[in-house]
């Protein structure tokens, strides 16, 4: 796959690694040639080193490692060549106070997508410090880190799904672009209580089997077991055939 990112900094440099060892080509677009030779160079493989605009024609998919706001213009000025490709947004639209910065309630992806009208965005990589992308893979407590993607195109996510995984993660189906805005306040909850607070944000969330109570938890386990018993099999009297 031809993957191309646009900006070189700590994001770009995070997740390009992770594509450029699963043996992709990768373009490293930055306004600064000399930043942008620097990233190619330490990520090595296929990384090279390109301008913006090269960058958005040489990817099938084109990473947006750019800050909120800047994301916008850039994307706007390039919409030509980012037509009918996958553009991945991983930005988080957070101010002073740990405030999201999108009043109008539009999401930082979904201006993405109205800057560039003809591109297939998907909100991924967003939930995570820098640090987090450059572990090789991203395990906690033996469990992988899973990561919500949004979008609207079945193509293009199942692009972005693919590219999760090789950077050693598992995707999590987010639903549709318009819930990226849920993505991104997300983000701002998390950094408010992880570095303004020094809260563990992931002990808020009880695990899966609560999450939707213990009435629901048993009518699940009554379920699975009587799925269970009826596909044991005729051999055991119940299931399938069985009298």
């Not at 699963?22 to 600064?32: N, Q």
């Not at 330490?42 to 947006?64: I, N």
């Amino acid at each position: 796959m031809r993957i191309g990112v646009l900006g070189t900094g700590n994001m770009a440099d995070a997740l390009a690694a992770h594509w450029v060892r699963a043996g992709h080509d990768v373009a490293i677009g930055g306004r600064d040639m000399h930043k942008a030779e620097r990233l190619a160079t330490r990520l090595g493989g296929s990384a090279k080193p390109v301008t913006l605009p090269a960058a958005a024609e040489f990817g099938q998919v084109v990473l947006a490692a750019l800050p909120f706001g800047t994301g916008t213009s850039v994307v706007r000025e390039l919409r030509a060549v980012l037509d009918g490709k996958v553009l991945i947004d991983c930005s988080n639209p957070v101010g002073p106070g740990f405030r999201l910065l999108t009043p109008s309630g539009l999401s930082a992806a979904q201006q993405l997508a109205a800057a560039a009208p003809g591109t297939h965005v998907v909100k991924a990589f967003n939930l995570c410090h820098q640090d987090v992308w450059r572990m090789s893979p991203p395990v906690f407590d033996g469990r992988r880190l899973a990561v919500p993607v949004c979008g609207d195109d079945e193509t293009a996510l199942a692009l972005v799904h693919e590219l999760v995984r090789q950077a050693g993660c598992e995707p999590v189906a987010g639903g549709s672009l318009e819930r990226a805005g849920l993505l991104e306040a997300t983000a701002a909850l998390f950094i408010g209580l992880w570095v303004g607070e020094g809260a563990d944000a992931q002990a808020i969330a009880p695990p899966l089997a609560y999450a939707a109570g213990p009435e629901h938890e048993e009518a699940q386990t009554a379920a699975e077991v009587f799925r269970q018993e009826f596909f044991r099999g005729p051999d055991k009297g119940v299931g399938r055939g069985g009298g």
